[in-house]
């Protein structure tokens, strides 16, 4: 399973990358508007941390408009995935970009047939947004379910990325399913590693040792 990491915000990539936990990294409009600087300087920053699948969104909603973004994305560098939204004109745009050698992550997919659609026009990955559903009280990880069983059924090469990870138990079950990736914000890595029963027991090992002869 490949952990990448859903920031745009160099600190955080920089330690997790340290970490050995970014196999990737995902960004979207609302990462980088957070960042407070230039679109283009922060994936290529990116891309000279990270040697992996960097995801960079297109904003364009109408096909030209996407093919002409993600034809400047691309340039930017070989590990670069156009982010594309799951509409009409979005899996237009992946097939044309599929054909052309561009990979692609077909994003906000909220719906199993959505994810066939996008692993029918080749898309590299496909991202289910599983909070995102959680908070609508429907159940995003039945969702990761449907799409890995059908696309199992169907050999597709499409990778699916859980994405909109709100927290552990999220990462825990895309392990369990056997997502291909999950897409995890700083915060919630930084999670997975602790337990409280680790930091008690490491407390009691230091306090003993203060004891101990030496
Ligand atoms: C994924 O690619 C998106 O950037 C992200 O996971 C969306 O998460 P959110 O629902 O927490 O905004």
């Given at each position: 399973?490949?952990?990448?990491?859903?920031?745009?915000?160099?600190?955080?990539?920089?330690?997790?990358?340290?970490?050995?936990?970014?196999?990737?990294?995902?960004?979207?409009?609302?990462?980088?508007?957070?960042?407070?600087?230039?679109?283009?300087?922060?994936?290529?920053?990116?891309?000279?941390?990270?040697?992996?699948?960097?995801?960079?969104?297109?904003?364009?909603?109408?096909?030209?408009?996407?093919?002409?973004?993600?034809?400047?994305?691309?340039?930017?560098?070989?590990?670069?995935?156009?982010?594309i939204?799951?509409?009409?004109?979005?899996?237009?745009?992946?097939?044309t970009?599929?054909?052309?050698?561009?990979?692609?992550?077909?994003?906000?997919?909220?719906?199993?047939?959505?994810?066939?659609?996008?692993?029918?026009?080749?898309?590299?990955?496909?991202?289910?947004?599983?909070g995102?559903?959680?908070?609508?009280?429907?159940?995003?990880?039945?969702?990761?379910?449907?799409i890995v069983?059908?696309y199992?059924?169907?050999?597709?090469?499409?990778?699916?990325?859980?994405?909109?990870?709100?927290?552990?138990?999220?990462v825990?079950?895309?392990?369990?399913?056997?997502?291909?990736?999950?897409?995890?914000?700083?915060?919630?890595?930084?999670?997975?590693?602790?337990?409280?029963?680790?930091?008690?027991?490491?407390?009691?090992?230091?306090?003993?040792?203060?004891?101990?002869?030496?």
């Amino acid at each position: 399973m490949k952990f990448f990491i859903d920031t745009a915000n160099i600190a955080e990539i920089t330690d997790a990358y340290a970490m050995g936990m970014v196999d990737g990294v995902t960004t979207n409009p609302s990462l980088i508007a957070k960042e407070g600087r230039g679109f283009q300087d922060i994936i290529k920053e990116i891309c000279e941390i990270v040697d992996g699948p960097i995801s960079a969104e297109v904003i364009s909603t109408d096909y030209d408009g996407m093919i002409q973004e993600a034809g400047k994305l691309a340039k930017i560098h070989d590990n670069i995935v156009v982010k594309i939204p799951m509409t009409i004109d979005g899996i237009k745009a992946t097939k044309t970009l599929t054909e052309e050698g561009i990979k692609t992550n077909v994003t906000l997919v909220f719906s199993p047939l959505q994810a066939l659609m996008a692993a029918k026009a080749g898309a590299t990955f496909v991202s289910p947004f599983v909070g995102r559903i959680d908070d609508i009280s429907s159940d995003g990880m039945l969702l990761v379910e449907q799409i890995v069983e059908i696309y199992g059924n169907y050999a597709f090469d499409t990778q699916v990325i859980v994405a909109s990870v709100r927290n552990p138990l999220h990462v825990l079950d895309a392990a369990l399913i056997g997502a291909d990736i999950a897409t995890i914000p700083y915060s919630v890595l930084s999670r997975l590693a602790s337990h409280p029963l680790t930091d008690k027991g490491l407390k009691a090992f230091l306090d003993d040792w203060k004891k101990a002869e030496k």
